[in-house]
């Protein structure tokens, strides 16, 4: 058989389509890339490393903070199985809109998450027992770090969790060395997970326990 016939003959890989929720994560990061963090949606790896501390009973309240397109919020929700209370915090108005299309029953807050205390206080709460966060720590300043961390620990209890994640390849980033920093001084427990390596880019979780108020 000669060149030409095995080239004709050869198969080729199927070109796979970007997924709806991939191409309007791609958009908003467009139009706002200092806020989000990534041009695609966390991988369900990560969203099963980040979700370990969801109690597996009992009616939890879980806050998810910059959910996106829901990359998380699909695994959140079935670690919770209709139990207990989850609301995601976002403030793109975009991602708002396609979580309450693609999850009818989620409370979306379209919100700052340096608001966090007051917006658990609209819906009768003080407190969440974990709070899973995709917001992109490694691109905000010192100030707006502190903030959003200081909303954090205010509306945790001793035994709740902060889970979080960063990208490996930004993990020397000054930005990423501060939050990192603060972290430490904020918590009295902090944990590094395994790196995710199916990720685009590969990513790790940073657990937080036994908060200390600012």
């Known amino acids: 058989m000669d060149r030409l016939a095995v080239m004709r003959t050869t198969p080729t890989a199927p070109r796979r389509e970007p997924t709806r929720d991939e191409l309007i994560f791609l958009q908003q990061w467009l139009r706002e890339p200092t806020r989000i963090g990534a041009v695609a949606p966390s991988s369900p790896r990560l969203a099963a490393a980040i979700t370990v501390a969801i109690p597996a009973d009992g009616a939890p309240v879980v806050v998810e903070l910059g959910p996106g397109t829901g990359a998380f919020t699909g695994e959140i929700q079935r670690r919770l199985g209709g139990r207990g209370r989850h609301i995601a915090v976002e403030i793109n ?122």
């Open 93 to 214: 108005p975009g991602f708002a809109r396609h979580l309450r299309s693609r999850f009818p029953t989620l409370d979306v807050a379209e919100a700052d998450a340096e608001h966090l205390p007051a917006t658990l206080a609209a819906r009768g709460l003080t407190t969440a027992d974990v709070v899973v966060s995709s917001l992109p720590w490694a691109s905000f300043g010192p100030a707006l770090q502190r903030r959003l961390t200081d909303a954090v620990t205010t509306t945790l209890s001793p035994d709740s969790v902060f889970a979080t994640f960063a990208y490996l390849h930004a993990q020397h980033l000054p930005q990423a060395r501060r939050f990192r920093t603060l972290l430490g001084e904020r918590f009295a427990e902090v944990t590094v997970g395994h790196t995710v390596w199916c990720n685009l880019p590969p990513a790790y979780v940073l657990q937080a326990r036994r908060p200390r108020r600012p």
